[in-house]
């Protein structure tokens, strides 16, 4: 810890002392944050630490030049922290497919339509307008408000029940004993945002960005006195699961007015398309009235029991979908192209703009996505851009404005060689990205595969934030995975422990190797996604784990995949989503011997466990391989299938002697005949729901 030395007043300061002490300041408060914020063992008291966030403030007012990018006064809010426990939802929070023009509309009611072998009939939807702020879960046992969470990863959120109790248009209580979650979004109306914003310039406080943030920096405060002197506001929009009385949404969202929750009052019941479409251009319109942000409107089919047919996909369910506003533009200056090296090696072209308020954010970069964009939008450095950001979305460079004005810069030069390690840099042919060969070698790929490794849907190793990969690699202590699992052997044996490092204690080092030694058990579809390879998201992943169930079956039939084109491939290409430009990433990882040594390393460090035995445990028909034939009456080819996945069975097209079940309706052909011979079980559609009944 640096000392400052003497208090100079801030007006005596020259340029030099004020930039040194604000590099003092930024690095102090950052250390005080940390010990407050992540290892809960505060070194100094509130009034020293509010003190030094003052003095900071004012060296910033007098030289605003100056301000550091890493300045405390930018920070707003904070990451998440170790402080929060952790709370399972009752049921996952889910997120909704997006939709951006009414074709998209059209499409997802003629899709559900189908699903559901409804063929002429219009389907009752609620329309509700998309509240831009948090979600969040209230759980209710014996009518009383006892747990609070944010979605975090829509499975696990964390707990922030003493915030939310502060919240005054959340009931306490509720006329239901049953244990349940109420779910909704927490936001904050412009008009309290800009009355706090204006408190905090008076107290010369960092102001927040958009009514958003105020309300995630405000929600997720460690000391509820703090979220109670914030204006914050919730709409309820829907159950963990609906009480089993209610037929349709709407009457859910009766229910939740009946027990005092506050719902969005432009909700409306669309019986036709029509109505839909109008819905949408009239909360458009409205927009700008009202007194919060919406991004756009949420269709929901109505009925509970054509909701429950429909079921999920993947993190979203399939009876609701979110149609987006357009995105917000604005108009700036593009004043330089840099290059941003990418996890997986691809480089993308980045745009650095004269800082614009775009729809309440602060914009100041914006993408420009690869070589061939930027030849096709003819963008180049000086000239005047139309700028786009819509909701999460990194903000877009749309187009250039004044493409004819004279004394324009030169077109932009995609550079040969990787502007961090200097490898070559190549383009494979039929894809528009442009990546640095340097792998592992270039420090920026290795230590974002390192913070990819440890990230929340991967390892979430707690501790192990970005600040210390980032130090830990360049001082060559994390070089590859492997490395976190030997760090506390490592560790003991070495002259100059973490324990003895600034910023570290014993306390500290021993969370961490805790947190590390808790990763040690990881699920197959998990530890897919950690390696980071090229394309291979969650959803891929857990394909993968899900066809290949056992950690040593899937490596062995890549290696066998990568050396051949033989039966490994074609099983790999058989499965549905993986499609030939994914595989081809797949097995380039596992062509490179380096990454083959890295997972021999891994496997002795971890437990890696099936994704079946998690999974669907209880289900009958766990692992089986299921094929449906003829017709059935009481639901689509896709729903049956789709319902049987969800039990983990595997859907067939054609029976073979690795089959367990035949479902067969009306008119079976040739499979039922086929399964007969091969003496595979064979059930009509009844018995078949029957079996899995109990089970959804
Ligand atoms: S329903 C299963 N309704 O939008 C359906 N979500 O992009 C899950 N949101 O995480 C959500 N207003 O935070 C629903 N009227 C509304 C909403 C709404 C805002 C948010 C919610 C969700 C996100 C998905």
């Known amino acids: 810890m640096i000392e400052l030395k003497k208090i100079v007043p801030v007006d005596n300061l020259t340029e030099l002392e004020a930039q040194a002490e604000l590099r003092y300041l930024a690095k102090e408060i950052a250390y005080h944050d940390s010990l407050y ?3 809960d063992q505060p070194e100094i008291d509130d009034a020293t630490y509010d003190s030094l966030r003052q003095r900071n403030t004012a060296i910033e007012d007098k030289f605003p030049h100056l301000i550091r990018p890493d300045s405390p006064s930018r920070k707003v809010g904070h990451k998440a922290s170790p402080a929060f426990s952790k709370v399972t939802h009752l049921a996952p929070m889910l997120s909704l497919e997006n939709a951006f023009i009414e074709e998209d509309i059209i499409d997802f009611l003629e899709r559900v339509k189908r699903f559901l072998g409804l063929n002429t009939e219009e389907i009752e939807i609620v329309a509700e307008p998309k509240i831009d702020g948090l979600s969040c879960s209230l759980r209710y046992e014996e009518g009383c408000l006892k747990q609070a969470a944010t979605r975090g990863d829509g499975e696990i959120g964390e707990d922030v029940t003493e915030n939310v109790r502060t919240i005054q248009n ?12 109420i779910r909704g ?11 706090l914003n204006a408190l905090r310039i008076q107290a010369k406080e960092p102001l927040f960005a958009n009514p958003r943030n105020a309300a995630a920096g405000s929600l997720r405060q460690l000391d509820a006195r703090i979220t109670a ?16 009385k209610l037929a349709t949404h709407f009457e859910g969202l009766e229910l939740l007015k009946e027990w005092r929750f506050p719902v969005n009052p432009l909700i409306e019941v669309c019986p036709s398309i029509q109505d839909i479409l109008a819905f949408y251009q009239k909360i458009e319109s409205l927009r700008s009235e009202l007194d919060y942000d919406i991004d756009g409107v949420v269709y929901k089919i109505n009925s509970l029991s054509l909701q429950h047919r429909l079921g999920n996909v993947a993190r979203a369910p399939r009876y609701a979908i979110a149609h987006k506003f357009p995105p917000q533009q604005a108009q700036t200056t593009l004043e330089n192209i840099i290059i941003q090296v990418g996890r997986t090696g691809v480089l993308t072209p980045v745009a650095q703009l004269k800082p614009i308020n775009v729809g309440g954010v602060i ?10 964009e930027l030849i096709r939008k003819d963008i180049r450095i000086g000239d005047r851009v139309l700028i786009q950001r819509a909701g999460d979305v990194i903000p877009q460079v749309v187009k250039v404005l004044n493409p004819e004005r004279p004394n324009r810069s030169l077109p932009f030069k995609f550079p040969t060689h990787c502007p961090v390690c200097e490898s070559y840099i190549e383009r494979l042919p039929e894809q528009a990205a442009h990546r640095c060969t340097g792998g592992l070698y270039c420090p920026t790929q290795a230590s974002l595969r390192l913070r990819h490794f440890v990230s929340r849907d991967a390892f979430d190793i707690e501790g192990l934030g970005l600040k210390h990969i980032d130090s830990f690699f360049q001082e060559g202590l994390l070089k590859t995975p492997v490395d976190i699992f030997t760090l506390e052997e490592k560790d003991m044996n070495s ?17 961490l190797f805790t947190a590390i030694n808790n990763r040690r058990n990881i699920s197959l579809e998990r530890f897919i996604y950690s390696l980071g390879i090229p394309q291979i998201g969650q959803t891929t992943a857990k394909l993968l784990a899900f066809h290949y169930e056992k950690y040593f079956q899937w490596k062995e039939a890549m290696q066998k995949a990568a050396k051949e084109d033989g039966e490994e491939r074609q099983d790999l290409l058989s499965i549905n989503g993986i499609g030939p430009s994914v595989a081809e990433d797949l097995l380039s990882f596992f062509k490179e011997q380096h990454n083959i040594d890295i997972l021999d390393k891994l496997e002795h460090h971890l437990t890696i ?23 059935l009456n009481n639901l689509t080819r896709a729903e049956a299938k789709a319902r049987a996945e969800s039990l983990g069975a595997k859907v067939a097209g054609s029976v073979s002697s690795k089959t367990d079940y035949v479902i067969y309706g009306e008119d079976a052909g040739s499979k039922a005949r086929k399964a007969k011979e091969l003496g595979v079980n064979l059930l009509t559609e009844d018995e078949w729901l029957t079996l ?5």
């Open 692 to 696: 899995i009944k109990e089970f959804e």
């Open 363 to 372: 914009v100041s970069r914006a993408t420009l996505h690869n070589d061939d």
């Open 609 to 631: 466990t099936d994704i079946i035995s998690i999974a669907f445990n209880d289900s009958p028909i766990n692992g089986k391989v299921i094929v449906f034939t003829g017709t």
């Open 229 to 244: 002197t914030r204006p914050l506001e919730f709409f309820a929009y829907g159950f963990s699961k609906y009480p089993l």
């Open 185 to 195: 979004e927490v936001y904050m109306k412009h008009s309290n945002f800009n009355k």
């Open 170 to 181: 959340i009931p306490l209580t509720i006329p239901y004993a049953e244990t349940l979650e």
């Open 495 to 511: 002259s100059t422990p973490l324990s003895s490092r600034e910023g570290w204690g014993i306390k500290s080092a021993q969370n």
């Open 37 to 39: 914020h992540e290892k």
